[in-house]
Structure formats: structure tokens, C-alpha cells
């Protein structure tokens, strides 16, 4: 069993700063991927940003320059800065993780979600 569970979801006025933890925990042999996914009231889930194990990243190009995405991997924990965040950031935002139980075992992990609103 594995699980990774999102945190540091919020309030912030619109100019703010939030950084989301997303630490993945259980039966871990090793985790590859991990990345950060969001969705807003009657959107579809869009992809935010990903980090391989290596350090690797690639972001959603609207979100370039603002958002940024680092792991720790010995803590199985992915963070996701979020800085100059505006009304239109406002959304549930998701972790997901590419997670071995055993060699070449890969399961596709998510979170439950943290919930980020952007208001003032």
C-alpha cells in the first residue's frame, strides 16, 4: 500500500505566495516522477508542472516563471512554490507519483487534493 498525501493548500490574496508538500509514503521501493496537477471549478485537471528523480522539470507554460517544482528524495516529498499567484490560480491542486513497491512493480499514485484560493 502506498499513498501521497498533499498539504499547504489555502487562502492568499492575488500578488501572494503559497508552497504546496506532497510526501509520498507506504511500501516505497523507489519513486520516479512526481508532479503537480490541478483543477479549477468546471474545468477539466491540467497538467501544472513534473520532476523526474533525476531533477528534470517541465512546466505548463503559463505557469513558467512563477511556479516552482523540487523534490526531496529522501523523503519521498515533491514541494510546488507558487509565487505572483493570481484569481485564476484558484483550484484543488494534486500530486501525482510515479511509485515502485518492487523492481519494475510501477504504480501510478494520487492525492486527494489541497484546495488553493486566490482572493482578496
Known amino acids: 500500500q502506498v499513498q501521497v498525501v498533499e498539504s499547504g493548500g489555502g487562502l492568499v490574496q492575488p500578488g501572494g505566495s503559497l508552497r504546496l508538500s506532497c510526501a509520498a509514503s507506504g511500501s516505497i521501493f523507489i519513486v520516479n516522477n512526481m508532479g503537480w496537477y490541478r483543477q479549477a471549478p468546471g474545468k477539466e485537471r491540467e497538467f501544472v508542472a513534473v520532476i523526474s528523480r533525476g531533477g528534470s522539470t517541465r512546466y505548463e507554460d503559463s505557469m513558467k516563471g512563477r511556479f516552482t517544482i523540487s523534490r526531496d528524495n529522501a523523503k519521498n516529498t515533491v514541494y510546488l512554490q507558487m509565487n505572483s499567484l493570481k484569481p485564476e490560480d484558484t483550484a484543488v491542486y494534486y500530486c501525482?507519483?510515479?511509485?515502485?513497491?518492487?523492481?519494475?512493480?510501477?504504480?501510478?499514485?494520487w492525492g486527494q487534493g489541497t484546495l488553493v484560493t486566490v482572493s482578496a
Open positions: 501525482n507519483a510515479n511509485i515502485a513497491t518492487m523492481p519494475d512493480t510501477w504504480l501510478g499514485v
